[in-house]
């Protein structure tokens, strides 16, 4: 059985013996020395949390308390959630949905309004008919989205074999 400790920078929990917070990026000062994967030469205080590159101070991207490498700067995380996919087409997103959940993912579809509510297909109901043209948002755990990227880069490329 694993202890779980908060993150002296996000609050969120971790195991004991973590040395890093896979919540927010942050290198923790008692873990081995990391040097940056970029700039050798200097010290590696955080890690992207969506590929892990070790990262120096001058490298790390930080938002709303996250940290994240160049490449990784743009992804919208929700929670521990990260968005693979935003679409106002609806068949669209059911379609990416489907994809990455045959490829086993999990996979959370969100349509964000005023209050926010998790969005699970179309039809014909008031709801579905109020949110035509909102975005609807993709999301996987953010352990799944370089894999989940993967799987739809083949898929939107036609290299994925269909199963008979």
């Known amino acids: 059985m694993q202890n779980y400790v908060p993150c002296p920078t996000c609050s969120e929990e971790v195991t004991k013996d973590s040395d890093f917070c896979p919540h927010c990026g942050v290198v923790y000062a008692e873990s081995e020395p990391v040097q940056c994967e970029d700039h050798p030469d200097r010290k590696g205080e955080s890690l992207c949390i969506i590929c892990h590159r070790v990262l120096c101070k001058e490298c790390t991207r930080s938002r709303e308390g996250r940290r ?9 995380v929700e929670q521990d959630w990260a968005q693979i ?3 106002s087409e609806i068949n669209e997103a059911g379609l990416v949905k489907s994809v990455l959940e045959n490829a086993e993912f999990h996979v959370q579809v969100q349509n964000f309004n005023s209050i926010g509510f998790v969005w699970d297909g179309g039809g014909d ?5 109020s949110n035509i043209g909102k975005p609807a948002k993709v999301f996987v755990p953010i352990p799944e989205y370089l894999n ?7 898929w939107e490329s036609g290299e994925v074999k269909e199963e008979s």
């Open 148 to 154: 989940a990227e993967v799987v739809l880069r083949e």
């Open 85 to 87: 996919y935003q679409s």
């Open 125 to 129: 109901s008031a709801q579905s008919r």
């Open 68 to 76: 994240f490498c160049k490449d990784h700067k743009s992804v919208n």
